[in-house]
T-cell receptor
């Protein structure tokens, strides 16, 4: 069975500090990977997707970057956090492009 | 761009009553998007409830149904008799667009009273 793990569960960070969020998928080779962000009371917005190792495409510009250093790992980061980065970050994977997505438990980020 | 509009919540219904959560979409970049309903139960992660990838087809799961209506660009979620355990947040989604984007609605919080 496939499992998806996100870390950390929650973060409280200062404006201007760096950030790194991680996501690991086990039990599925070559998954399509996605990062989403949801502001409090807002809708889910797709940020990035990756079809293969080393290749990441940006969907929405939020002064964030993403990388896929391994087949099963997806990293979301920034060197300088903004207040507007606060929210809930979800990682997801899919078998087929355009197919159903399987979501991780998410990371709650608070920027002060 | 592509968009999804769904019933604003919260929606409150009593157990055994019928339910409909409206979802309409605008898919300007792709003629026949895949359509999804996702659900987040309290304390759980977001998960797929049902999907339909062919216009005119109906998807069903856990007593819920949704029909992909190309003419009205709708994908309403219905259930004949809700249960308290159906209390959750429901999201309508479409994708992928020609920019490889999956678009979610704002979510509808459903509360089912015992």
């Amino acid at each position: 069975a496939q499992t998806i793990h996100q870390w950390p569960v929650a973060e409280i960070k200062a404006v201007g500090s760096p950030l790194s969020l991680g996501c690991t998928i086990k039990g599925k080779s070559s998954p399509n990977l996605y990062w989403y962000w949801q502001a409090t009371g807002g809708t889910l917005q797709q940020l990035f997707y990756s079809i293969t190792v080393g290749q990441v495409e940006s969907v929405v510009q939020l002064n964030l970057s993403a990388s896929r250093p391994k087949d099963d790992q997806f990293i979301l980061s920034t060197e300088k956090l903004l207040l507007s980065h606060s929210g809930f970050y979800l990682c997801a994977w899919s078998r087929d492009w355009g197919g159903e997505q399987y979501f991780g438990p998410g990371t709650r980020l608070t920027v002060l | 761009g592509d968009s999804v509009t769904q019933t604003e919540g919260p929606v409150t219904v009593s157990e055994s009553e019928s339910l409909i959560i409206n979802c309409t979409y605008s898919a300007t970049s792709i003629a026949y998007p895949n359509l999804f309903w996702y659900v987040r139960y309290p304390g759980e992660g977001l998960q797929l409830l049902l999907k339909v990838i062919t216009a005119g087809q109906k998807g069903s799961s856990r007593g819920f149904e949704a029909t992909y209506n190309k003419e009205t660009t709708s994908f309403h979620l219905q259930k004949a008799s809700v249960q308290e355990s159906d209390s959750a947040v429901y999201y309508c989604a479409l994708g992928p667009s020609n920019t490889n984007k999956v678009v979610f609605g704002t979510g509808t919080r459903l509360q089912v009273l015992p």
